[in-house]
């Protein structure tokens, strides 16, 4: 059963302008986190990776995309919007045998543009992570947050994803210099 993807209010009065943002102001979103996070979000999707032959998005991508939209947004993708959720690029760490990568992921990180325009090189970022708690009790997600998280409200419920804004780490423009305009640049990691 696919667990709920929670983005929790942001911390900050007032609150940051991305977080939660209006449904009209252009955006680009960027989710990632541990593979065995997404996996309780998405179950039953293969997430196989071929190190030779990338999928553009992997299945599971717009799954994860769509689930971003309606939980940042309150409801599903408009079909008859225009640029309502383009898929722009996506991330994939590698499992590797010393410096040789394996077929397999344990990182996974897709974005998208909100109506954004084809034209926009340079788009508003909003960058979200996936919290891992199931295999520390939340010991790591409460030491990146600026605030506390009860790991028993998510642990097989839901799982929880935080922008920026309410994290220790921060940036500006996060992964935009590497979405490229017009085409895909799909990383790998070692």
Known sequence: MALELHIPACIFSPAHPFHLPPLER????QIEG???AI???????????????????MPGGN??????????????????????????????????????????????GVAFDHLVPADDLDPDVLQINICEMDYDG??????????????ADYIGKKVLAVPRCCQKRKGTQD???QILQGSVKDTLSF
Do not use: C
């Open 63 to 108: 799954r994860l995309a769509e689930l971003t939209y309606r939980a940042l947004y309150g409801a599903d993708v408009r079909s008859g919007v225009p640029r309502d959720m383009v898929i722009r690029d996506q991330y994939l760490r590698h499992i590797a045998e010393g410096k040789i990568p394996l077929n397999e992921i344990d990182y996974y």
């Open 26 to 29: 252009p955006l680009r979103i």
């Open 175 to 177: 992964r935009n210099d």
């Open 34 to 36: 541990p593979l065995t």
């Open 138 to 151: 939340g010991e790591e997600t409460n030491k990146h947050l600026l605030f506390l998280v009860n790991p």
């Open 39 to 57: 996996q309780r979000l998405v179950p039953g999707v293969s997430w196989h990776a071929n190190v030779m032959n990338e999928v553009f998005p």
